[in-house]
Structures are given as C-alpha cells and as structure tokens.
C-alpha cells in the first residue's frame, strides 16, 4: 500500500477543542498551551475565531489571545518583521507576524476578518455545511446564504494576501437530516472553491461516519478536486475517526484536522470524545513512516497542561498510555 | 472494496475484560453480565479462566459461574440436552449444553481443562506469545515449553469433541523485546495448528500495532494459513484497534475478539483503554454493511450494567456517545 511520504495535521485544540469547554480558561493559558503546541512543531495552529462573544464565550479573548502571543513571540527574541519595534498593538499587513508558524482564526463574517487582520492573523476559515437544516440552525442562513456572505470576506481576505480555508460541516451525516449525500458536499465545495477559497476541510460533525462513507464521499470529491486542497476534520464520537483517516490516507490525502489531547469532547455528552486526539494520529502516522514533524512527546505535554488547567483527563488514547510506565 | 458480509465476534469482556479489575465482582452479576451479552446477539462469550486463584483472583469462581449460567439457562425453559434433568452438578460429555452459544474458557493446562470439561464447557482457549520475553515471564516457560504443554490438552479436549483456540500474545509488539517479526508469529501459529488447534488467534498485547503492521504480519500469515482459522485479538491502548481490524477486514479477516464496552481496560493504567469495544466494533461494521448479528443497544445496556456494577465509566466512546440524545 502506497500512503503519502508526509502529511499536514491541522491542529484545531485551541479553537474547536476550546470553544466547546465551558470553564473559563484564562487568556495567559490559552496562550502558553498554543506555545507549546508550537514548540512541539505544530506547524498549523487554528487558534481562535473572531465571533460574537455570546456565541462562543470561551473564545471571546481572541484579541488578547493574538497579542499576547505577539509580545511573547516578540520577548523571546523572534525577529519581527522590518517596521515592526513593538507589540501590540499589531499593524495590519504586517507579512508573516508569527513566524514560521500558520497562526490561524475562525471568521464568520467580514466583520471577524476585520478584526483578525487587526490581530495580525495571517489564515482564516470560514463554515458552512452540507446540510441545509444544520447550517440553518448553527448560522440562521441557508447555504447559499452563508456562501453568499463569505464573497465579500473572500474578497477582502485575498486583497490583505491571507488564505481563507472552508469548513463544511456534516459533511457525512447530520443530526437533522441523516445521511447526507457526496453530491451535496462536491457542490458545496465547488461553490467554495469559485469564491477563491483554498481549501476545504470536510467535517464528521457528529462522528458518525465509518470507512465505507468516507471512501464513498472521497471517490466523488477527489474526482473533481485536487487532493492537496481538501482536508478531513474527523470526529472520534463513536470511535471511528482514526480509522476514517486512514481511508483518507489509502486515497491519497494528507490533510487532517486534529485536537491535541481530543481536547473538546462532544458539546452535548460529558467524557465522549470530540476531535480525533492529534497524539493518536501522530503516534499511528510516525509509525506507518508518515512524517508529521511534531514531537508526540512534547505534544503531550502540552495536552497534559491543559489536563492540568482543566482538572480532568482529555480523552486521547494515547495520552493515557503515555502516562503508564508499562503501556 | 470488498468486504466480507458477516463476521464472526468472539466477546472476550467476562474473561478477558474482567480478569484485570481489581474489585471483586459477585458471579451473580458476572453471569447477568453474560446473559445480557448472549441476549444482545452474541454468539462466542469467553465466560471465564480456569486458572489457579491466586493468578487471576477475579476468575477464581469460574466453576460458581458455569454452574449458576447452567442453572439460569435450564430455569429459563432452554431445552435441556437428552439425559440431562436437572443442574447443577454439570455431567461430562453432554454435547452442547449452552444451547446455540459458544461459551469458552480459557485453560493453562491439562487440570484446567478437567475443571473446564466438568463444567460443560465445549470450547476453550490455550494461550502462548510470539515473544520468548513475554511467554517466559507470563507463563514461566519457554514458547517451545508451552506448546508441549498443550499437547496433552489438545489430545483431552479433541477426544471430548472440545475444539481448542490458541492465543499468540505480543503478535505484533512485545514491551521487553519490542517489534516482533512475522516470521516468529508464523512460526508459532504453525507448531499450534500442528498439535490440532482449530483457530489462532493474533493478540496485541500491549495496543501498540498500526495498520501497516497489521498488514505486513497478515500478508506472511494469511499466505500461509486459511483465514477463518485466524482471528485479530487489538488492544486499543493507543486509539488504533478500530483502524487495525479494518486493515483486517480489508485483507479478508472475520473473525474478531472485542470486550463489551471495552471492558477491562490496561491492568497497568487507570482509564487507559484495553481490548477494542465491542460497540465501536459493531457500530462501524453494521455502518459498512458487515452483519454482526448483534443489538448494539442491548450490548450497550449490558455495558451499562457493568458500568453500575463496577461504579465508572467504560472506555467505548459508541458507549459514551450513546448515553447523549444528542449524538
């Protein structure tokens, strides 16, 4: 079997694992666990997203989360980019503000894409979904509607040189209307595509699907797009999202989205998992000879940190064994 | 791809799960445990272990257990076989006295397989490793030393028409010699097959294995054996069971041993997964169109009652997704 040399893991913890958690998390947390992420060679970070603070209120500090870990990565002697001498506030287009490192925020509107090129972000993403019922309950718009409102943030996103990537949500089953067929998602994904946006990333939203659904949906999709602009977001809810990865893996793609630790869980369901834990899928890629370029034991710590502020286990598998000596 | 149609789950969850927790259970609750299981549609249950008590303390009433699931199942109007009247004390030699389940135990050696047969067990299982480490400080005997020791078993069971199942541990990977190499599984599998065992069934122990290990060790054992006589035993210690028996699946395998709800758990690791759930597994292939012949909600009530009894929750993240509505 020929799998990809390499892949990109989209580490997600600080955005979709955090938003979910409904303990206040303090911002200098956020920002140190994201460090560490960093540190551990996360190379993709989704760090926060710009919406209304009643939304999502765990991620109503994206602001402060932005520039503290500016000043941090300023007063660790990374060096800034030419005109810049101080942190924050962050001028707009400032070139690539942190580093080596995709730094990236979930916008809903032009309103939160204005506020992130004020933060200095670099990447953003918007969502839609391939279930109509879903997508009006979790945006109040249809999916053209929500299309329509990501021209103008496309729009303004390519003028500021910042990639927008699109989530669709449900891409396999939803919670309204059951399964959801492949024909939908490749037209979605077309409508996102014309927009100008460069990648889109195919969310398991309730965890339901197994490897015969994503080998359906991928055998139409990657018909029409190229694999290197699609992604797949798993959810572990019933177990299975490792093993949809690698039916990814087995047709090619080598993007995916994971939470450190399986940091957020299900929304509705204390201890079920949310996020495919990104340990699982490192520790199961390095040692098919997939390279991540992220270090499972640092990664850890940082999941371990974040156990830490919680005060309760995360439920990546791995990061439990991690913890035995004789695992 | 091709899939099989049906496979064929050996539930390991009274012996396997529950030989690794600590507190005491009462075998009134163990055979309830066993009677839900056999209600949810499975067909081979690995009830107990005949060992000697002070190894496997949990296991040490697997005679009360036998008994009491006699008792219970003649009370409940299953016809009794011809000559039977009464129970207990269970006769040898009474044909399948379980009615159309296979309920198996698991037997180091010649006297546990008396005990088995005086209890009316027709199927059991012996058990060896693919690592010499392993096998030595496990069984206190070489692989060669074990495999002696079950010629006398296999010869006692055959006569009693009593088909035995072996057990290869650390298959893939052992925690004191590390990778093992197919060659040594082949190996052993064949000395097993030889001495008249039916079915071999490839163990990892410690849940370290990923898919391209499946595949590399079932590519020398499937060339060399016929595939209903093997079996994948996937300990989900690092999240990769589910994505290792589909690898399985993929090659041809049907025959698959999980614990309901992944009972059991690391016996060196609190909240650390052990076999692969029962549920996740059930879930994901009647998904794909895999009939399994089981209910997954009344598997799951049967987990819940463990989950009562034992006063915490099972690792099965299906078993966790199934207690939210909203799912």
Redesign the interface.
């Known amino acids: 079997?020929n799998?990809p040399d390499s892949v990109r893991i989209i580490e997600v913890g600080p955005r979709d694992g955090l938003q979910n958690i409904k303990e206040p998390i303090e911002t200098k947390h956020k920002v140190s666990y994201i460090e560490m992420l960093a540190q551990a060679g996360c190379r993709d970070i989704e760090i926060t997203a710009f919406v209304h603070p009643k939304l999502i209120p765990q991620l109503s500090d994206s602001v402060e989360v932005c520039n503290l870990l500016h000043r941090k990565q300023a007063e660790s002697q990374r060096p800034l980019p030419a005109g810049i001498n101080s942190v924050p506030p962050v001028p707009t287009n400032v070139g690539n503000y942190f580093g080596d490192i995709n730094y990236s925020a979930l916008v809903p509107n032009i309103k939160g894409l204005e506020r992130a090129i004020e933060c200095g972000i670099k990447d953003v993403a918007v969502f839609t979904a391939a279930s109509e019922t879903f997508n009006q309950k979790n945006t109040n718009t249809s999916i053209d509607g929500s299309i329509e409102r990501f021209r103008e943030v496309v729009n303004l996103a390519r003028s500021n040189n910042i990639k927008v990537r699109g989530y669709i949500s449900t891409a396999f089953y939803c919670?309204f209307e059951g399964r959801i067929s492949p024909d939908k998602v490749v037209d979605v994904s077309a409508k996102l595509f014309d927009l100008g946006i460069s990648e889109v990333s195919l969310g398991d939203t309730?965890?339901?699907a197994?490897?015969?659904?994503v080998?359906k949906l991928l055998e139409q999709v990657l018909a029409r797009f190229e694999t290197n602009t699609i992604a797949l977001h798993m959810h572990?809810?019933?177990?299975?999202a490792?093993?949809n990865?690698?039916?990814g893996l087995r047709m090619g793609m080598s993007i995916f989205d994971t939470s450190a630790g399986g940091l957020g869980g299900?929304p509705?369901?204390p201890?079920?998992?949310g996020n495919l834990?990104t340990e699982?899928l490192v520790?199961?890629l390095e040692?098919?000879?997939i390279k991540t370029g992220i270090d499972l034991e640092k990664l850890s710590q940082a999941s371990r940190f974040m156990e830490n502020i919680l005060g309760y286990?995360l439920p990546?598998?791995?990061l439990?064994?991690s913890?035995?000596?004789?695992?």
């Open positions: 079997m799998y919670p309730i965890g339901a197994v490897p015969t659904d080998e572990d809810t019933r177990g299975t490792l093993a990865v690698v039916q299900c509705f369901a201890g079920a998992a834990a699982d520790y199961t040692k098919m000879d286990s990546s598998r791995y439990h064994a913890k035995c000596a004789k695992c």
